[in-house]
């Protein structure tokens, strides 16, 4: 089964800032989807940024960039010039790109997510 | 596009009763999912329907819990003889099949205390 961890609980930068939350993984497959999801005090989920695992090249998302390292299970989250926007619950998430013979598995594993404070 | 629809967005009941939520997705997504999430924690997956079809079913999806979309557009999520570890806020997703991967669009949630 896959996992994946969020190593911090809690992190904070000062607006106009850069900061970068960590993400984890642990699988045996080759073939599989990472994103980024958001999710503000109003509680509703928020894709920010996906990379596909087959794509050598960091997805970006205008201030969100990735560094994905496949080799090292990891893939962590850059936020540039931090928003007093961007303050919420920030959750990296693993698809599997196979599906099963039911033609299904597109479920996600979520971390337990790190909590982004922004200071004015 | 109206987004994922949830409803009711808080329920409160008491140890043993039944408790029904409901899920409108996105109009022309065929894909609709259901997960569980707990104070601190990841969303949690429970199950997943491609149109009318439940394809996918989480071990955590105990014998009290059952999900239903019937017409292959909203879908409901019931859960009988509530217990107090039932307490979480349940979120509906959905999404369009196609090629390559699709995200995910989730709903605001149902926040569900079991007393």
């Known amino acids: 089964a896959q996992t994946v961890t969020q190593s911090q609980p809690e992190m904070s930068v000062q607006e106009a800032e850069t900061v970068t939350l960590s993400c984890t993984y642990d699988?045996?497959?080759?073939?599989?989807?990472l994103f980024w999801y958001k999710q503000p005090p109003s509680r509703q989920m928020i894709l920010v940024i996906r990379q596909e695992a087959y794509k050598q090249q960091n997805a970006t998302e205008n201030r969100f960039s990735v560094n994905f390292q496949k080799a090292a299970k990891s893939f962590s989250l850059k936020i540039s010039d931090s928003q007093l926007g961007d303050a919420a619950m920030y959750f990296c998430?693993?698809?599997?790109?196979?599906?099963?013979?039911?033609?299904?598995?597109?479920?996600?594993?979520f971390g337990k997510g790190t909590l982004l404070t922004v200071n004015p | 596009d109206t987004g994922v629809s949830q409803d009711p967005r808080h329920k409160i009941t008491k140890r043993g009763q039944n408790v029904t939520f409901r899920c409108d997705p996105i109009s022309e997504h065929n894909r609709l999912y259901w997960y569980r999430q707990t104070l601190g924690q990841g969303p949690e997956f429970l199950t997943y329907f491609q149109n009318e079809a439940q394809l996918e079913k989480s071990r955590l999806l105990s014998d009290r819990f059952s999900a239903e979309r019937p017409k292959g557009s909203f879908s409901t999520l019931e859960i009988q003889r509530t217990e107090q570890g039932d307490s979480a806020m349940y979120l509906c997703a959905s999404s369009l099949s196609r090629t390559g991967v699709s995200p995910l669009h989730f709903g605001n949630g149902t926040r569900l205390t079991v007393t």
């Open positions: 699988t045996s497959e080759s073939d599989y989807y």
């Open positions: 998430a693993y698809r599997s790109a196979f599906q099963n013979s039911g033609g299904s598995n597109y479920k996600l594993t």
